[in-house]
T-cell receptor, first 113, second 116 residues
């Protein structure tokens, strides 16, 4: 059974710092991996989607990488801002799961001015 | 832009009531999903549907049912609400690529349900 782990559970950094969020998964037979952002009490906003054949995706200050063989993904945030404060979730679609995602429990990021 | 809307942001119901949570997407997506999110447990899939009138159980379907009569609408039904169903409920939709792989899932704003 696929399990997704995100470490650390919480992270606090000063504004302007570059940071990396980690995601690991136990079954490397994935179709894709998706990173989401969730603000308190709100729904999820999709940030980046990496297909299993890709190594990385970039959007603005965000860069997500995928190493399927080792079961790892990282989300790199450059020049962090207080507005980046949120919980970041990664989720994988595993072969045979008919579309549903398996989620990690998230990393709560706080960027202090 | 894909838009997924949910009928209520906040809902308070009494134990034993029948509860309907509605989700509508405007991008003609084939797949729709219902999750619940609880502190310490993360998001867990309740039910999903990959076509009209089709449904599949997720990881925690007990106490729930779903209805998909039209492509754009996916309803989650709590037949007899209980206090352990107090949670944040999130709806999502997506569409498969021609090869059958999955594009992004887009989420609604969530419904925070409290059962007293």
């Amino acid at each position: 059974k696929q399990e997704v782990t995100q470490i650390p559970a919480a992270l606090s950094v000063p504004e302007g710092e570059n940071l990396v969020l980690n995601c690991s998964f136990t079954d490397s037979a994935i179709y894709n991996l998706q990173w989401f952002r969730q603000d308190p009490g709100k729904g999820l906003t999709s940030l980046l989607l990496i297909q299993s054949s890709q190594r990385e995706q970039t959007s603005g200050r965000l860069n997500a990488s995928l190493d399927k063989s080792s079961g790892r993904s990282t989300l790199y945030i450059a020049a962090s801002q207080p507005g980046d404060s949120a919980t970041y979730l990664c989720a994988v679609k595993t072969a045979g799961s008919q579309g549903n995602l398996i989620f990690g429990k998230g990393t709560k990021l706080s960027v202090k001015p | 832009d894909v838009k997924v809307t949910q009928s209520s942001r906040y809902l308070v119901k009494r134990t034993g009531e029948k509860v309907f949570l509605e989700c509508v997407q405007d991008m003609d997506h084939e797949n729709m999903f219902w999750y619940r999110q609880d502190p310490g447990l993360g998001l867990r899939l309740i039910y999903f549907s990959y076509d009209v009138k089709m449904k599949e159980k997720g990881d925690i379907p007990e106490g729930y049912s779903v209805s998909r009569e039209k492509k754009e609408r996916f309803s989650l039904i709590l037949e007899s609400a209980s206090t352990n169903q107090t949670s944040m409920y999130l709806c999502a939709s997506s569409t498969p690529t021609p090869s059958g792989r999955m594009r992004e899932q887009y989420f609604g704003p969530g419904t925070r349900l409290t059962v007293t």
